[in-house]
Nanobody
């Protein structure tokens, strides 16, 4: 089970940190990803972190967001800085489905378990 939290309504330019707490699974054994879905749009990859802490970002957030994980706390984080109105979306965390990750981390099919999502709204 995955529980995402940390979303909210903020003004452009500020920061938020999302958390995703995992339970009932061996967290350190999974690659983890963050996706988002804006109103009227498809769900898209935002960031991912492998079991060995290799990180991936979509170009739109590469210089603003930082993903990290704390295996002792079974939690993955997404630090979001310099937020923009276009970052407005429901953010979902997910666990990987396969052992291989580098080639598939942007693909939704590569993820098996999804959290319920947390809403981030950025006003201009």
């Amino acid at each position: 089970q995955l529980q995402a939290s940390g979303g909210g309504l903020v003004q452009a330019g500020v920061s938020l940190r999302l958390s995703c707490a995992a339970s009932g699974l061996t967290f350190r054994g999974y690659h983890m990803g963050w996706f988002r879905q804006a109103p009227g749009k498809e769900r898209e990859f935002v960031s991912g972190i492998s079991r060995s802490q290799i990180t991936y970002y979509t170009d739109a957030v590469k210089d603003r967001f930082v993903i990290s994980r704390d295996n002792a706390k079974n939690t993955v984080y997404l630090q979001m800085n310099s937020l923009k109105p276009e970052d407005t979306a429901i953010y979902y965390c997910a666990t990987s489905r396969w052992a291989s990750y580098s080639a598939y981390h942007e693909n939704m099919d590569a993820y098996a378990n999804w959290g319920q999502g947390t809403l981030v709204t950025v006003s201009s």
